[in-house]
């Protein structure tokens, strides 16, 4: 045979092919009915596939490389970075531009629409061809970085099924109607600190019901359920992974919990489920690990990263340093990345240990991580270096002269919000501030509201004050509100934030 | 071996679509990026100059990401990955370097750029072969401007610099393209 006839033979071969496969699509999947009444089932499923919480059966490939499928392995992280639909699209499929690409809306109408440059997509199969081979309208190539997805019959059918409800009111979102917005707090409300969650729950309510009396917002009442988180953090988080399981009776968002850090089960389910944690109370030893946990005090990990940067600004740069910490893997690995050189780690558990660290590294300016005895014991070794501790954890500054050096307290959150107020009153401003921002979010959020829009609102306060002077800011990399702030018992009219 | 003219040949009219058809365009290596003085933090929060990172005899790869960044740079890192794993079978480009510079330095300090290697398993180090960089944001703007990319983040392009350093050849692609044809390219340039 010779050359050009073997071309044609192929070409015929692969013509053949095509057809084929096109036949056997039109036949063999009902998801290439133009049907309006999509099956329940079948759609909640295609937008399992679309927000990533159910992978595909094969891995969606770009350039040739399989990409990370939405919870394949089963880490907290994993929808973050999969090439889930929605992480492109958006969670109404309204489309949006990032890193030079525009992404199209994809809700049904949008697909079905004709514009000037180019034709609606006329069918189901035209829609699946464009997510398979990545050939969209008028035959052209679909853009980088939309990948091709490798989709079995059912997949194809709930993804088709899905996207004819998009953004459309049957696929509303979790906790919000027309005339309301369903939030949750979880409070613990029996256990040792049940005082505190029933002043935080009192003070939630408080301020909801005054802004429903005026309306509420865009017209939505915030309704609050309170949930008890027991009385520890393993309790907390459990009672967090249940509303997580709620489906499509969650909360909107949850808003001012009282929860520190959240255990692996809490986290793996965030990450699935984008469930916001607004505001939360709780003080977490490393930072959040998730865009939608948000806290209103920094962590301790950032507290003594920004404690160590302001002893080396107030007693001099490139000092060596000791970091004294309670003991245990969690701390060690949460103080771990002090970004300065010539830092020290070291445990300290009892008054021996503590004075041996200290005779160990004499020249070296001291971060203390320790309460009680062993910060007396600190203070009173009489060092002429300087001393950092933190408010969260040495409890407040001591007086001028109780030490023989220079100490700076590191404190949460503005220096006058704990000065006035005793305990009780601190959870009073923090609950309310938690309350101002969620409604800050929605209000900017606008009356259209997701979860990624609200996220995006969130993202924009930027030294939002709830009161005069308490100002809090949240950006996608920063998830806590407040700024560090110090106290310098040498001058204890030297407060500033950092 | 694949020459140069059929690589370049291959990006201009290969079925993968270019984000940045300006590197088919390119038909001489380009010059190191003057990028001055500019001094970047890496992802252990260790200050590093990039002028030295740039000094080395190892094959150098350039991108641009940010931690906020949903839709383009998982892929765009999934797609990196792929090109660290299989261009190790390249003799010329087996002690690749790979340079992840954030476009969004107020957001992205060292703890960010961890949990986004841990989010994707980045093999993190420079003698694992990748860092990721960000830095002050004058500092960071400057290394940007060397590489030709935009300093805002929501605009930032897929732009692949494949780089010979000691050699002083340069060029540029788009990240996106498949890890086989940006590696025959990057061969081209170290031969």
């Known amino acids: 045979m010779n050359g050009i006839a073997s071309s044609l033979v192929t070409a015929a071969v692969a013509l053949a092919s095509a057809l084929m496969a096109a036949v056997m699509v039109l036949c063999a999947s009902p998801a290439t009915a133009w049907s309006a009444e999509a099956d329940e089932a079948l759609w909640r499923e295609g937008r399992q596939l679309y927000q990533g919480q159910r992978s595909f059966e094969a891995a969606p490939r770009l350039a040739g490389v399989a990409l990370p499928n939405a919870i394949a392995t089963g880490t907290a992280t994993d929808t973050m970075a999969s090439t889930a639909c929605h992480q492109c699209h958006g969670p109404r499929g309204e489309g949006q531009r990032e890193g030079g690409v525009v992404v199209p809306a994809i809700q049904w109408q949008a697909l079905r629409q004709a514009s000037a440059r180019q034709a609606g997509y006329g069918s189901a199969t035209d829609v699946l061809q464009a997510i398979t081979s990545g050939i969209g309208r008028n035959a052209q190539p679909l853009q980088p970085p939309m990948p091709q997805f490798a989709l079995t019959a059912r997949e194809q059918q709930a993804l088709i099924a899905y996207l004819q409800v998009l953004g459309t009111e049957a696929d509303p979102v979790p906790g919000v109607s027309p005339t309301q917005v369903k939030v949750a707090t979880v409070l613990p409300l029996t256990g040792p600190q049940a005082a505190a969650g029933q002043r935080i729950r009192d003070t939630l309510q408080a301020h909801f019901a005054a802004t429903n009396a005026r309306g509420g917002i865009f017209g939505r009442r915030i309704e609050l359920r309170v949930v008890d988180g027991g009385p520890n953090a393993a309790s907390a988080s459990r009672a967090t992974l249940a509303l997580l399981g709620e489906g499509a009776q969650q909360p909107f968002a949850a808003v001012g919990s009282l929860l520190a850090d959240p255990d692996e089960a809490l986290r793996s389910a965030l990450a699935a489920q984008d469930l916001a944690l607004v505001a939360t109370l709780g003080m977490p030893l490393a930072d959040s690990p998730l865009p939608q946990l948000t806290y209103l005090l920094p962590s301790v990990s950032g507290q003594v990263q920004l404690l160590a940067a302001e002893l080396a600004r107030q007693c001099g740069a490139g000092r060596p340093m000791l970091v004294l910490h309670p003991p245990g893997a969690a701390w060690a690995q949460t103080l771990g990345h002090l970004p300065q050189d010539g830092h020290t780690l070291h445990a300290v558990t009892n008054a021996d240990e503590l004075a041996a660290a200290l005779r160990a590294w004499p020249a070296h300016d001291v971060v203390a991580t320790v309460g009680g005895p062993l910060l007396a014991q600190v203070r009173a070794a009489a060092r002429p270096q300087c001393l950092g501790t933190l408010a969260a954890v040495s409890g407040p500054a001591p007086a001028a002269g109780a030490g023989a050096g220079a100490e700076v307290v590191a404190l949460p959150m503005p220096a006058w919000a704990t000065g006035a107020a005793g305990a009780d009153s601190l959870w009073t401003v923090l609950a309310d501030a938690a309350a101002s921002v969620f409604e800050e979010a929605l209000a900017r959020s606008g009356r259209p509201l997701d979860r990624r829009r609200f996220q995006q609102a969130l993202h924009s306060l930027h030294r939002f004050e709830p009161a005069p002077g308490l100002a809090l800011t949240f950006t996608p990399g920063r998830r806590h509100g407040f700024d560090v702030t110090y106290l310098w018992t040498e001058n204890h009219h030297a407060a500033h934030a950092h | ?191």
């Open chain 2, 1 to 191: 071996m694949t020459s140069r003219r059929h690589v370049l040949a291959q990006l201009l009219c290969g079925s993968a679509p270019l984000a940045w058809p300006a590197a088919a365009r390119a038909l001489s290596w380009l010059a190191t990026p003057a990028v001055g003085e500019a001094l970047l933090v890496d992802h252990d929060g260790r200050a590093r100059h990039l002028a030295d990172l740039l000094q080395t005899p190892r094959p150098v790869a350039v991108s641009f990401f940010y931690t906020g960044c949903a839709t383009v740079c998982p892929p765009q890192t999934a797609v990196l990955m792929a090109c660290c794993r299989q261009w190790k079978s390249r003799p010329a480009l087996r002690e690749l370097l790979m340079l992840s510079i954030s476009v969004d330095p107020l957001n992205d300090g060292p703890s960010q750029l961890r949990a986004y290697g841990q989010r994707f398993g980045l093999p993190l180090g420079e003698a694992q072969g990748w860092l990721l960089l960000s830095g002050a944001p004058r500092e960071v703007q400057r290394a940007l401007t060397a590489f030709d990319v935009p300093t805002r983040p929501d605009a930032h392009p897929s732009l692949l610099w494949l780089g010979d350093p000691a050699r002083g050849r340069w060029t540029r692609t788009s990240a996106l393209n498949p890890p086989q044809l940006n590696g025959d390219l990057f061969e081209a340039l170290r031969q």
